[in-house]
């Protein structure tokens, strides 16, 4: 049995008076577990279920389920509206889609963390997206290695699955496949598409699009529900 933080990232009805509850925690990284939130529809554990407020819980158990046996709130819910709150729903689904169970990621835990602090504090979006997706990319091994885009000279690369930028040669690009801005690339690169005044809407659109390309080969092209919350989908 561990006491630990974690968040709330997805539940559901399970058998009579449980719900099934996908979990990010500090030390055991994403967990499923069972938890009994009784008949009365102001269970105090019923409550605590929820995304986006922090707890604090033990877990004992083991299998593919664990059990929740003790759980409280250590601070109050991040308050997130409108694309905000779309935007954690995002993470959140990543998070179950691609994770491993019980794998340790205290790095990402702390990471989803300032995330939802930026967020609940209505700071711009799309940087503090790409800043999650980069830590989550790295939890799974994977990582951009941007030295391709300021060795070849063209002006455009595509990136291509275990083979990284690759230079595309000729007078255009090939249209059957993603394609991206040198110079745009290289600003990603020096993360000036993050927190930069100086950015274009250019650079930050192409960091997006690498970033989805990327994101949907692990997810095997099987599209996001979350992402059809947006409206205007300038982020995700």
């Known amino acids: 049995m561990i006491e630990q933080n974690a968040f709330v990232l997805h539940s ?3 058998r009579e008076n449980q719900q099934l509850v996908d979990l990010l925690t500090e030390q055991d990284g994403k967990v499923t577990a069972l938890v009994y939130v009784g008949q009365s529809k102001r269970s105090i554990k019923k409550g605590l279920i929820q995304p986006f407020l922090p707890l604090r819980l033990t877990l004992k158990g083991s299998g593919n389920f664990k059990q929740i046996s003790q759980v ?12 905000s709150l779309f935007s ?12 491993t169970e019980q794998i340790a990621c205290p790095q990402l835990f702390s990471q989803y963390q300032a995330t939802l602090t930026a967020l609940s504090q209505e700071e711009e979006i ?20 941007f030295s391709p885009v300021f060795e070849h000279d063209v002006s455009y ?18 249209n059957s496949a993603p394609c991206f801005d040198k110079a745009h690339l290289q600003a990603i690169a020096k993360r000036e598409s993050l927190f930069s005044n100086r950015v274009t809407a250019d650079v930050s659109n192409t960091f997006k699009l690498l970033m989805r390309q990327v994101i949907n ?3 095997g092209n099987k599209p996001l529900n979350s992402r059809k ?3 205007n989908k300038a982020y995700s």
């Open 229 to 231: 919350l947006f409206s």
């Open 126 to 145: 799309a940087p503090q997206l790409r800043l999650f997706e980069l830590a989550l990319l790295e939890e799974l091994g994977l990582s951009f290695d």
């Open 72 to 83: 409280d709130c250590t601070a109050r819910s991040f308050s997130l509206i409108k694309h």
């Open 157 to 174: 690369f595509h990136y291509i699955a275990e083979q990284g930028f690759v230079p595309v040669y000729g007078a255009s690009p090939n």
């Open 88 to 99: 954690s729903f995002y993470i959140n689904e990543l998070l179950i889609r691609l994770l």
């Open 217 to 219: 080969q692990l997810l």
């Open 12 to 14: 559901r009805p399970y």
